[in-house]
């Protein structure tokens, strides 16, 4: 049993040890000086240790708070690393569909014989030579967002622009089938001795009535078919010596008639400036020329309405 005895004239305390029966008594005496030191050690202690422990805890949730913050930011670069991948294949793809228009658009320029030159734009324009490479302008600022909405003005640019041209292609396309089958150059070189129509005969018999045109120029000049079709006569037929008859389609035949010599069969296809044969004599003829002749729906019609 302890016992605390208080001695203030004396400043310091008595601590007093009672042991069991038949041992004496032990007094232990403290000043009160080290009393309070004690007391004032222990309570700094206990304050160093509240702060240590209330600054470890702000230390670590400052930690989280910045490791939280970090993974936000790697899952934001994360996400948005994956969309610039995704745009810059979805920007791949719009080059692609680019160089496929492009393509297109030259393919139509050779369906239609474009007729600017290399160095003139359709707005007519000068287009630079290729020898300066001058470039500049300011640096735009640009987020994500407006280089989606980019792309997708583009890709919706890509599917109206193809679209038209598709249509365009087809039309052009027709309009060159229609060409091709349509009489529209000269059979031959030379000059027109004989105009369609009423004239003086040639073999002085008065008037006649003739159904084409004669175009004069040496034995032996080639011949073309003026237009696509298929070869249905390849034959001497009487006044038109040896002659070729083709059909166009659509009602529409050419003649070439006096030839010296015969190129193509019947039943044979030809194409617009194919030869199929030589300038002659041959038949009712005073000269070496060609008679040329077109019938729509077996009536002959003046060639120069289809001539060049």
Avoid at 150 to 177: G, I, P
Avoid at 194 to 199: A, D, K, N, Q
Avoid at 288 to 295: A, F, N
């Amino acid at each position: 049993m302890i016992k605390k005895e208080s001695k203030p004239d004396r400043r310091e305390y008595t601590l007093m040890i009672v042991p069991h029966q038949g041992q004496a008594v032990r007094r232990i005496r403290i000043p009160i000086v080290k009393v309070k030191y004690a007391v004032s050690f222990l309570c700094l202690l206990i304050v160093f240790m509240i702060g240590s422990f209330i600054n470890y805890r702000y230390t670590v949730n400052v930690a989280n708070a910045e490791k939280a913050e970090l993974e936000i930011l790697r899952q934001d670069n994360g996400a948005q690393s994956k969309e610039l991948e995704q745009l810059a294949k979805t920007t791949a793809s719009l080059k692609s569909d680019m160089d496929r228009l492009n393509s297109l658009d030259a393919e139509i320029r050779r369906i239609v014989n474009n007729e600017d030159t290399a160095t003139t734009s359709r707005a007519g324009l000068v287009r630079p030579s290729g020898t300066y490479n001058g470039q500049g302008g300011p640096n735009a600022q640009f987020d994500i967002n407006n280089v989606k909405n980019t792309v997708q003005d583009l890709q919706a640019a890509v599917s109206v622009r193809e679209q038209s041209l598709l249509e365009l292609k087809q039309a052009l396309l027709d309009k060159q089938s229609r060409l091709a089958v349509t009489p529209s150059i000269w059979p031959t070189s030379g000059e027109v001795t004989s105009r369609f129509g009423w004239r003086n005969s040639p073999f002085g018999n008065g008037g006649d009535y003739h159904p084409g045109i004669d175009i004069a120029n040496s034995v032996g000049t080639p011949i073309v078919a003026t237009a696509d079709g298929e070869v249905v006569q390849s034959e001497w037929y009487g006044g038109y010596g040896n002659m070729v008859q083709i059909s166009h389609g659509n009602g529409i035949s050419t003649i070439y008639g006096h030839n010296s010599r015969l190129l193509v069969h019947v039943g044979q296809s030809v194409k617009k400036g194919q030869v199929i044969a030589y300038l002659g004599n041959t038949g009712a003829s005073t000269g070496p020329h060609c008679h040329y002749e077109i019938r729509i729906n077996g009536t002959a019609v003046n060639p120069a309405n289809f001539l060049n």
